[in-house]
């Protein structure tokens, strides 16, 4: 008998029980982290990671050896380019090393940041603007 895959937020508690307990600690405060930052997105797991999603995808997280990953890294502002670069891995990644102190409220500010990239999108689909889904 085959056990249903967990959805939401089960999938992700499950996600973060396969780690050990230091690297969990740093997941589930980055979880909480997103959730402070973005209260009304949903837990899922997409690309077999942890994924919050808001009018689509809004920040995945995801652990392995050396890092934890935090995509997609928003456009932001100068200001926030410049607190990311030290982290940036590619233009949408940033890794987080396990040896240093994870960098909560850098984390928050990107998901903020991706809040408002999610509803600027929103609102021009609302909008009918192109890019919004409608053709003539």
């Known amino acids: ?12 508690d499950h996600y973060i029980a396969g780690f050990p307990g230091p690297v969990q600690e740093i997941l589930r405060q980055i979880r909480l ?65 396990l040896n240093q102190p994870i960098p909560y409220d850098l984390i928050g500010e990107l998901v903020r940041f991706r809040v408002e990239e999610s509803r600027a999108r929103s609102d021009a689909k609302k909008k009918g603007k192109p890019g919004g889904g409608r053709s003539a």
């Open 1 to 12: 008998m085959m056990d249903a895959k967990p959805a939401g937020s089960e999938a992700v």
């Open 33 to 97: 982290t997103i959730r402070e930052a973005a209260p009304e997105a949903r837990e899922a797991i997409k690309y077999q990671i942890p994924t919050f999603t808001l009018g689509g995808n809004l920040v995945s997280f995801a652990a392995y050896k050396k890092h934890i990953g935090v995509y997609p890294v928003p456009a932001g502002d100068e200001a926030f380019q410049q607190k990311v670069a030290p982290y940036r891995a590619s233009k949408s990644t940033v890794q987080l090393p």
